[in-house]
Structure formats: C-alpha cells, structure tokens
C-alpha cells in the first residue's frame, strides 16, 4: 500500500452537518476498500486564485491516507460524480513526506 495525499475542494454553498457527511463519506470509502486514513485537516473557507464554476471560494479540504494503487481510480471516479466537489487533486507521498507531515503536526 502507498501513502496519498488527497486534497478537495468543495462548492461554498454547503451547510456545515453536508461538508462533515462529505468528509465521512470519502473516509468510509478509504476504509471499506482496505485503506487507512491517517489524518484529515478542514481547512475552511478560502477564496480561490481564479473562478470556478462562478464561484470565488471553496472549502478545503485535505485527508492523508495509505491505499492499494488500484483504489484511487475508484475514488476518482466518486469525487468526479459528486456535484458538490468543485475540484481534486491526488499526491503519492514518499517516506520522508510522511515523516515531515507527522513532525509538523
């Protein structure tokens, strides 16, 4: 299993109870596919460098995690189906990057 790093942003428009049953929903879903989530960090309301969809702010949010390679494509295509998921992006971390992020916790 490889350790990722997956960060998201969510439309602006979500009420707070929707943005945690997002949260819990994608860490089930790590889980229920013999992944193991390691850390998540709600970073909020931040406005974005250019529009997307119209909108100027999202909610961000970052979960780390160690799957199997074959997952990620599963979990891609959740986030892809998922309206209140403006955008994604998916990191591979390496030994030292873990070791660092767990130091800076």
């Known amino acids: 299993m490889s350790n990722y790093e997956l960060m998201v942003i969510f439309t602006p428009v979500l009420s707070e109870e929707e943005f945690k049953a997002a949260q819990k929903k994608y860490e089930n879903l790590v ?16 406005s974005l460098a250019y529009p ?4 100027t702010t ?10 199997p390679t074959s997952f990620n494509e599963k979990l891609k ?18 030994k030292y990057a873990v070791e660092y992020n767990v130091k800076k916790r």
């Not at 889980?31 to 931040?46: D, I, Q, R, Y």
């Not at 997307?52 to 909108?55: H, L, P, T």
């Open 31 to 46: 889980v229920e596919n013999g992944g193991e989530v390691s850390h998540t960090n709600p970073w909020g309301l931040k």
């Open 77 to 94: 295509i959740q986030l892809l189906r998922d309206e209140s998921v403006m955008r994604h992006m998916f990191t591979v971390l390496d």
């Open 58 to 67: 999202g909610i961000y949010w970052v979960m780390e995690y160690s799957a």
């Open 52 to 55: 997307v969809a119209k909108k």
